[in-house]
């Protein structure tokens, strides 16, 4: 099994920063994929941003330029970091990862961190 806990969250003001991290433990041979998403009361999830294993990022068009994801590969970690919050932007975040189990085994493993809130006051 794969454990995710993240921190990070918090209350700030608009136009302030906050920096998330997740922490991935367990069974894991390889991460391919760690991302955050989010989700604000009423609504569905949705990505953020997300990283592969070889670099390529993709962001939700309303966080480019003001959101960086990165990953420490070798403490199963990833990181968000959060510039320029907007009100809009208050949601629980969530951290997610698609990972491999062992070297013999291809299938790819979904998880999910329990979400941490943010929010971003006027």
């Known amino acids: 099994q794969v454990q995710l806990v993240e921190s990070g969250g918090g209350l700030v003001q608009n136009g302030g920063s906050l920096r998330l991290s997740c922490a991935a433990s367990g069974t894991i041979f390889r991460i391919n994929v760690m991302g955050w998403y989010r989700q604000a009361p009423g609504k569905q999830r949705d990505l953020v941003a997300r990283m592969s294993h070889n670099g390529v990022t993709n962001y939700a068009d309303s966080v480019k330029g003001r959101f960086t994801i990165s990953r420490d590969d070798a403490k199963n970690l990833v990181y968000l970091q959060m510039n320029s919050l907007k009100p809009d932007d208050s949601a629980v975040y969530y951290c997610?990862?698609?990972?491999?189990?062992?070297?013999?085994?291809?299938?790819?493993?979904?998880?999910w961190g329990q979400g941490t809130q943010v929010t971003v006051s006027s």
């Open positions: 997610n990862i698609v990972s491999r189990r062992s070297f013999l085994d291809s299938r790819e493993y979904v998880y």
